[in-house]
């Protein structure tokens, strides 16, 4: 069975920096596409960015520049570096992972920033 767990989340001071992580367990082989998407309060689930196998990243406009998203395939491990941080970051951020073409979620991990 195939389980995401995200880490790293916690409060944050405005211009401050989080890494956020997502571990991957399981019978895998390999993970095709991962992705961090986040949800506000009161605010539907948005897409932060995502990453291929080979490690080509795309991203949201708004965090273009600040976040930067990596993977280790080895540890089936991606990463979330979050820096100069917004109170409009403040969220619950998710792993998304794609194995085997099956979409798997991790719980989330909230992300508090405070001005």
């Known amino acids: 069975q195939v389980q995401l767990v995200e880490s790293g989340g916690g409060l944050v001071q405005a211009g401050g920096s989080l890494r956020l992580s997502c571990v991957v367990s399981?019978?895998?082989?390999?993970?095709?596409?991962m992705a961090w998407y986040r949800q506000a309060p009161g605010k539907q689930r948005e897409l932060v960015g995502d990453?291929?196998?080979?490690?080509?990243?795309n991203y949201v406009d708004s965090v273009k520049g600040r976040f930067t998203i990596s993977r280790e395939n080895a540890k089936n491990t991606a990463y979330l570096q979050m820096n100069s941080l917004k109170p409009e970051d403040t969220a619950v951020y998710y792993c998304?992972?794609?194995?085997?073409?099956?979409?798997?979620w991790g719980k989330g991990t909230l992300v508090t920033v405070s001005s």
């Open positions: 399981g019978s895998i082989f390999s993970i095709n596409h």
């Open positions: 998304n992972a794609d194995v085997y073409g099956t979409d798997y």
């Open positions: 990453i291929s196998w080979g490690g080509t990243t």
